[in-house]
């Protein structure tokens, strides 16, 4: 249920950042999702439609990136997938491993349209 | 098209603020640990039996998370200690901004010691740092010995797990090497420890290790003499 308070959170930043730059009609922002981070990317897009009306992202599409887990091996280096949250090194077994990727929660971008467009563009 | 580029965290203003936490915390060497389960697996229980244990040493605060009410703070203030009570209106954790105030009042007191008994709840206080040094977590025997691998962030966050009610062992089909070997599939370095709160079994290892990560902390082994400043 923390999807709610994290939207709410991506709207603010948001809208702080559409602030500084001029733009046009906001159409999409871009989340990135790692499979292990705690929260649920379809709970995150409701909680976002439901917070959206009236604010300076109203329209726009969250797009959820998702990245799969991953670690590094401090014995051999290498970068393997984790799979069934299992972290081992999925090269050489070793138990030393650092997870690299699938921990994201990350607002990476918006995107709109440019100025000039949104004057020209009809209602 | 226009595009803005913005790469924060989500939880960018909880990590700050819980930066800051940490940041207080250390200024007076408190110790400061996060204790998270599942709803009824012994939280409250466990601190009943183990802060008297580290209070014989160190001056020991407590900051409670509920939902609603003070029941269990009402419980730990019998143990003579400081206790803070949150509430979090529903939130189902406690979050960095909430216990801010509460970790001011503790830099500013006499405490050496603080635990945050967390809300009951194994998936969305994984996310969220307090602020402390390490976090702990409750695993008792009646939730079955496959939470590892449905709940892997609270196992992989824990540097401790703690199963509780082993004195209800005999009557469930938990079977601890499976929880366990799942536990450190997810996290391959977690101390393990069996405790019951009833019969007082494993509370004495669970005070060592806190005793152990308190004096890493110091950068010196644990003073002999109890409350020493």
Known sequence: MHELGIAGYLI???????????????????????????????????????????????????????????????????RTPVADYVFRCGACGAETVRIVGGREMEFVSIDADDPEEAACAPD | MHLIDVQTGLLADNDAIAAENRAMLATRGIYALNVMSAPGAGKTSLLERLLPLLATRWRVAVIEGDIVGSADAERLAKLGLPVEQINTGGACHLDARMVHHGVHDVVH?????????????????????????????????????????????????????????????????????????????????????????????GIAEVAAWVERRIAAKRGRPAPPSPKAG
């Open chain 2, 109 to 201: 007191g006499p405490s050496d010691v603080l635990v945050f008994e967390n809300v009951g709840n194994l998936v969305c206080p994984a996310e969220f740092d307090l602020g402390e040094d390490d976090a702990v977590m409750l695993l008792s025997v009646t939730e079955g010995h496959d939470k590892p691998k449905k709940y892997p962030l609270m196992f992989r966050r824990a540097g401790l797990l703690v199963l509780n009610k082993m004195d209800l062992l005999a009557m469930t089909d938990f079977d601890v090497e499976v929880a366990v070997a799942a536990a450190r599939d997810v996290h391959p370095g977690i101390a393990v420890i069996r405790t019951s709160c009833r019969t007082g079994e």
């Open chain 1, 12 to 78: 603010e930043v948001a809208e702080q950042h559409l602030q500084r730059a001029p733009h046009g009609t906001v159409r999409r922002l871009l989340v990135r999702i790692g499979e292990m981070a705690g929260v649920n990317p379809d709970s995150l897009d409701f909680a976002f439609t439901c917070l959206q009306k009236g604010t300076g992202v109203d329209g726009a599409r969250l797009e959820v990136e998702r990245v799969p887990l991953a670690v590094e091996c401090d014995a051999c280096g290498r």
